[in-house]
């Protein structure tokens, strides 16, 4: 029987991933993801019991996988954390790249489809947020504890600034086509910190 086939189950939410970070929820239609995989569509069904919880499916494998990168870059004991910072963004930029900037991030697509999305994914979306502001903010008082950030700096706020500035240039990175975006946003944000 199919559900018992985990490899199909995770090849359909690898194909979510890259639909959704290139489309959104909304535009994105079951039958385009099942196509590109090669699963007839009552298939689908024996794995995901809607297209809500497909999306849930692949929410939570996105979350796993940006906090997993999050943690090796800005745990990174090797490099001093502000170039952690800059170096988990030079990562996205190059991911960013090899897929010619058509894709996004996920939670920056859904955070723009809010108002349609279904009930529980806006509180992923603000939950998923909060869990990187805090990983930034810790790595940001790793860099007063080094001297390289003020004491007066409230890395909680700075880590929040982050997240949103990051969010609208890897948008306009998409609008583009294009680096430029993120560059700006890492140079102004490393430039602005207090130190």
């Known amino acids: 029987m199919a559900r018992d086939d985990p490899d199909t189950r995770a090849t359909l939410i690898r194909s979510g991933l890259e639909v959704l970070t290139e489309q959104g929820f909304i535009a994105s239609g079951i039958d385009g993801i099942l196509k590109r995989v090669g699963v007839p569509k009552g298939s689908f069904y024996?794995?995901?019991d809607s297209k809500e919880a497909f999306g849930r499916a692949v929410m939570e494998r996105y979350?796993?996988?940006?906090?997993?990168?999050?943690?090796?870059?800005?745990?990174?004991?090797?490099?001093?954390?502000?170039?952690?910072?800059?170096?988990?963004?030079?990562?996205?930029?190059?991911g960013?790249?090899?897929?010619?900037?058509?894709?996004?991030?996920?939670?920056?697509?859904?955070?723009?489809?809010a108002g349609g999305l279904p009930a529980?994914?806006?509180?992923w979306l603000r939950a998923t947020l909060a869990d990187w502001q805090q990983r930034l903010a810790r790595c940001l008082r790793e860099a007063q504890a080094t001297g390289d950030l003020s004491q007066d700096a409230d890395c909680?706020?700075?880590?929040?600034?982050?997240?949103?500035?990051?969010?609208?240039?890897?948008?306009r990175a998409?609008?583009?086509?294009?680096?430029?975006p993120l560059e700006v946003f890492i140079t102004t944000y490393m430039e602005g910190l207090p130190r």
């Open 156 to 171: 909680d706020r700075l880590a929040e600034a982050f997240w949103i500035g990051w969010e609208g240039a890897v948008m």
């Open 46 to 48: 024996y794995y995901f």
């Open 120 to 123: 529980g994914y806006r509180d």
């Open 96 to 113: 960013m790249a090899r897929h010619d900037f058509r894709r996004g991030c996920l939670v920056g697509n859904l955070g723009q489809e």
């Open 174 to 180: 998409r609008l583009e086509a294009g680096p430029r």
């Open 63 to 94: 979350g796993a996988y940006f906090a997993a990168k999050l943690e090796r870059y800005l745990s990174d004991d090797a490099r001093p954390p502000l170039a952690r910072i800059e170096a988990f963004v030079e990562d996205a930029r190059a």
